[in-house]
Each structure stands twice: as C-alpha cells, then as structure tokens.
C-alpha cells in the first residue's frame, strides 16, 4: 500500500507569491490533515479535511487556505507568502470515521518550503 | 492554551535503555501517540496508547501512561544508533479526528 505522498518536495519562493502544495493520501483514507513544523514553533495544526469537508482549522491567517477533491487528495495553498511561512509541511491521512479502531495518523515526507 | 512538554534532550549508551518522558494537558485526550522523526524525514508513529490504558509493549517499546499526573513515556530497550532521532508526543485534542497537539520533541543521541 503506497503511504502518503507529498508534492514538492522542495520549492524555493519569494516575498508576495503564492504556493500550492499537494497531498494524496493513503488509498481509502477519506481524512486529511496539514502541519507545518517550524524550528521556532514546534509542529502546529494547519487544517482536517474529511470528505471534502473542513472538519478543523488552525490558528492560522487567512493567507492559508485548504481543500479537498472527491478523491480524497488535498492541497493547501498560501498566498501572499512571508518570510515566516518557510517551513516543513506536512500532511497526514487516516481511515477515522471509516473503521473502529485508534486515529492513526500516518504523515507524508513533507514539503520543504523555502521563502527568500 | 494546551501545552505538551517534553525534555528537549537525551543522550544514551548503545544497548542502554532510553525512557522519554512527556506531560499533556487534555485529559478528554482519547489516544496519545509518540512519532519518530529522522532528519529531512517526516514523522513516523511509532506506537500509540488508549487513554483507558496503562501500559503498551511493541517489541523494543514500552509506553506507561499514568492519567492522574497525565504523564506518558517512552521506554526504548537496547537503543540502537539508529534509533537517534527526534521523538514526538501527542495527544489527540477533544473529538478531533486529525488534529493532535504535539509537544516540542525530544532529541535522542545514541552513543557508540
């Protein structure tokens, strides 16, 4: 079974761009959740997404916005990007609401997003 | 706000026992994950542990969870080279499916 695949895998953007990121869960994993981990301030919840539906949302500006398709694959997007954005993302699925059973997240390699 | 502490670091012998320690703060928490996290790599779970439960074995890893003091940690046995790595602790927030609080990491450093 393929895990969690992220795309890019790295990118390098300016001040006041905007950037998609991309993430195809687990095959049947309906769920889909952002993070973004950052040396200052650890790993923090960006957004959940279960059937194309925003379940959660983080504390995050509105710069950061989220979606997901009928197939379960999801993309956040960041506009207007700041120097504070370069980060780790990372995206996570899971099969909750489908089976019993504990809420294992199983989380991509990330994408690494570098902001000059 | 919810705050899961760690110690930020651990150095440990090749073939000595690890143990990783972490304080949560959720006590509706229904399950608290620890994940491995090796540079340039995403997170890997390691174990996890219902909150109805006190102790977790999986082959090398033990986890004890104490509810009273919300106290969880990680027992490796026999840590390897390999297992030098940043660990994680969470702690699901609520009714969340995919949203977990996760304390700052613990950096492990295993030495020849």
């Known amino acids: 079974k393929a895990g969690v695949t992220q795309t890019p895998r790295y990118l390098i953007k300016t001040r006041g761009q905007q950037v998609t990121l991309s993430c195809s869960p687990i095959?049947?994993?309906?769920?889909v959740s952002w993070y973004q981990q950052t040396p200052g301030q650890g790993l923090q919840f960006l957004f959940e997404?279960?059937?194309?539906?925003?379940?959660n949302k983080g504390n995050f500006p509105g710069r950061f916005s989220g979606r997901q398709f009928s197939n379960s694959r999801s993309e956040m997007n960041v506009s207007t990007l700041e120097l504070g954005d370069s980060a780790l993302y990372l995206c996570a699925s899971s099969s909750v609401g489908q089976s019993s059973g504990a809420n294992v997240l199983t989380f991509g390699a990330g994408s690494r997003l570098t902001v000059l | 706000g919810e705050d899961v502490e760690q110690s930020l670091f651990l150095s440990v012998r090749e073939g000595d026992s690890s143990v990783i320690n972490c304080t949560y703060t959720d006590s509706s928490s229904t399950y608290l994950y620890w994940y491995k996290q090796e540079p340039g790599a995403g997170l890997q779970l390691l174990t996890y542990?219902?909150?109805?439960?006190d102790m977790k074995q999986d082959q090398r890893l033990t986890v004890l969870l104490n509810k009273k003091d919300k106290h969880l940690s990680l027992r490796i046995a026999d840590t390897q080279t390999g297992d030098s790595a940043i660990y994680f602790c969470?702690?699901?927030?609520?009714?969340?499916?995919?949203?977990?609080?996760f304390g700052a990491g613990t950096q492990v450093v295993v030495t020849p």
């Open positions: 969470a702690e699901t927030l609520g009714d969340s499916w995919g949203k977990l609080q």
């Open positions: 542990i219902f909150s109805n439960m």
């Open positions: 997404y279960f059937s194309e539906t925003q379940r």
């Open positions: 095959s049947g994993h309906r769920s």
